[in-house]
């Protein structure tokens, strides 16, 4: 059964600091890996995907993977209210190209 | 991306009822995945839809529940049947190319069983 475990939160950071969201999986061979960002009652919007280990910076995210760790996580930097949302990390079945989501992280941006 | 438009957006059902979902995609995607996430939840892979043949079902869901079609490879349809308060879900179609990696989303159906 192949997993994906996130710290649920809430994570509360103030406006303008870094938020850090991280993610573990248990699938060693999984190879593509994403975050997606969801507003309460809306669907999952993709932000962020990486595939090799190190860092990725696409504006203020950065994702970081580390294969041999397992793990995976998103920097959020100058975080503003806007932010605020539950992201949600998702790793890809190389084979089928389904997702397997973690719980998800909710964000609170404090104004 | 390719934009991925479900219908309907909403709906509320009578218990032992059955609801079709539609999903349609603005371009051809080689992959298609129906989605459920229950209140509070994070989402759960019900089905991958193929084209012209019979969906793939993720364990714990099956056919005579959540009947699934896909004539072709812009279109997909999710049947929820025999509805009960606990299939009271947001319900989410997805699809991506395979040659890639990004998926994307509807805007997800959200049924409330009563």
């Known amino acids: 059964q192949k997993e994906v475990e996130q710290n649920s939160g809430p994570l509360s950071v103030p406006e303008g600091a870094i938020a850090s969201l991280n993610c573990t999986y248990s699938d060693r061979v999984s190879q593509s890996f994403f975050w997606y960002r969801q507003y309460s009652g809306k669907s999952p919007e993709l932000i962020m995907s990486?595939?090799?280990?190190g860092d990725k910076e696409d504006g203020r995210f950065t994702a970081q993977l580390n294969k041999a760790s397992q793990y995976v996580s998103l920097l959020i930097r100058d975080s503003q209210p806007s932010d605020s949302a539950t992201y949600l990390c998702?790793?890809?079945?190389?084979?089928?190209?389904?997702?397997?989501f973690g719980s998800g992280t909710r964000l609170q941006v404090q104004p | 991306s390719a934009v991925i438009s479900q219908k309907p957006s909403r709906d509320i059902c009578q218990r032992g009822t059955s609801l079709t979902i539609q999903c349609q995609v603005d371009?051809?995607?080689?992959?298609m995945f129906w989605y459920r996430q229950q209140p509070g939840q994070s989402l759960t892979l019900i089905a991958t839809?193929?084209?012209?043949?019979?969906?793939?079902?993720e364990s714990g869901f099956v056919i005579d529940k959540f009947p699934i079609s896909r004539p072709n490879l812009t279109f997909s349809t999710l049947t929820v049947s025999n509805m009960s308060p606990e299939d009271s879900s947001i319900y989410l179609c997805?699809?991506?190319?395979?040659?890639?990696?990004?998926?994307?989303f509807g805007q997800g159906t959200r049924l409330t069983v009563v």
């Open positions: 998702a790793v890809m079945d190389t084979g089928r190209r389904a997702l397997t």
């Open positions: 371009s051809q995607v080689t992959m």
């Open positions: 990486i595939y090799s280990n």
């Open positions: 839809a193929n084209q012209g043949s019979e969906a793939t079902y």
């Open positions: 997805s699809g991506g190319q395979q040659t890639v990696t990004e998926a994307f």
